[in-house]
């Protein structure tokens, strides 16, 4: 199985700040790579696929770049609604499988 | 716009097994692979594996000797069972669109007598 190593696991930041979240593939996934936002209660929202391409109606303010094995995703000037916990999910190779996550809490 | 609706029962009995379906809307079953994707209370996703309407289905190797996962074209539908659950297997199951764009809103099972 391919690891998805998500960090950090959390982090606290303010409305206004940039947050970066990483994840490291155990092996190549090319650009095979899913983000995810979840907030409690509902199911996982597609942000990003192909590691870097935006889904149809996700603000600007979320990106994401790499391939290989190392991804980053970014949220420029976090807004309120932006709380929330990360994940990213490869399917590079099955089992598809996906980061820990990263609760982005407010400071 | 496709939606996913899972249905099935809310509790289920240890070593018993977990049957839940997912009832496809505004879209056609018949392309690409549908997923079941579980989470655990507080936890993180779990990929529990995926059916191709004419390749069959794929499994995670964690639950492959208890997962089966079926396709109805005819009422584009898709189906999970688990059998021989545990408490372990208490979790929020959602199915999935195959570009992963499109989840249901979740079914919670609980393994309990």
């Known amino acids: 199985d391919i690891q998805m190593t998500q960090s950090p696991s959390s982090l606290s930041a303010s409305v206004g700040d940039t947050v970066t979240i990483t994840c490291q593939a155990s092996q190549d996934i090319s650009n095979n790579l899913n983000w995810f936002q979840q907030k409690p209660g509902n199911a996982p929202d597609l942000l990003i696929y192909?590691?870097?391409n935006l889904e149809t109606g996700v603000p600007s303010r979320f990106s994401g770049s790499g391939s290989g094995t190392h991804f980053t995703f970014t949220i420029l000037s976090l807004l309120p609604e932006d709380f929330a916990t990360y994940y990213c999910?490869?399917?590079?190779?099955?089992?598809?499988?996906f980061g820990g996550g990263t609760k982005v809490a407010i400071k | 716009q496709v939606q996913l609706q899972e249905s099935g029962p809310g509790l289920v009995k240890p070593s018993e097994t977990l049957s839940l379906t997912c009832t496809v809307s505004?879209?056609?079953?018949?392309?690409?692979?549908w997923s079941w994707i579980r989470q655990p209370p507080g936890k993180g996703l779990e990929w529990i594996g995926y059916?191709?309407?004419?390749?069959?289905?794929r499994y995670n190797p964690s639950l492959k000797s208890r997962v089966t996962i079926s396709i109805d074209t005819s009422k584009n539908q898709f189906s999970l069972r688990l059998s021989s659950v545990t408490a372990a297997d208490t979790a929020l199951y959602y199915c999935?669109?195959?570009?992963?764009?499109?989840w249901g809103q979740g079914t919670t099972v609980t393994v309990s007598s």
């Open positions: 999935v669109s195959p570009s992963m764009d499109v």
């Open positions: 059916i191709h309407h004419t390749e069959g289905p």
């Open positions: 999910q490869q399917y590079g190779d099955l089992p598809l499988t």
């Open positions: 505004g879209g056609s079953i018949r392309s690409y692979f």
């Open positions: 192909d590691a870097s």
